[in-house]
Nanobody, 121 residues
């Protein structure tokens, strides 16, 4: 089982920056594979923001490319999302998502509880 805990959300003015952190804890065997960030606003589907595959390749949503940066510290089992030039439409709950790898295969997918990001003047 994998537990994901997000931190770093908050309120910021347009043009500001925030860094989100997701800390993963693995109980039992296995490890965290691909890991990344999604976001959701009321009434909308959860959308991918940035994701880092187990092999290191990463993908950004169009709205995130150039403004957001995903990075990972495998030793700490943490993934980060550095967000710059934030806009009001970036306001959302940001969720961490990760795959649980066991015996070289993804066996489960997990979500964190989410952290609120509010961009407002």
């Amino acid at each position: 089982q994998v537990t994901l805990m997000e931190s770093g959300g908050g309120s910021v003015q347009p043009g500001g920056s925030l860094q989100l952190t997701c800390t993963a804890s693995v109980r039992g065997s296995g490890r965290v594979g691909g890991i990344g960030w999604y976001r959701q606003t009321p009434g909308m589907q959860r959308q991918q923001v940035a994701f880092m595959a187990d092999g290191g390749a990463y993908n950004y949503a169009d709205f995130a490319r150039g403004r957001f940066t995903i990075s990972r510290d495998r030793a700490k089992n943490e993934v980060y999302l550095r967000m710059t030039d934030l806009r009001p439409d970036d306001t959302a709950i940001y969720y961490c998502n990760a795959n649980h790898i066991r015996l070289g295969r993804p066996v489960s997918n997990y979500w964190g509880q989410g952290t609120q990001v509010t961009v407002s003047s």
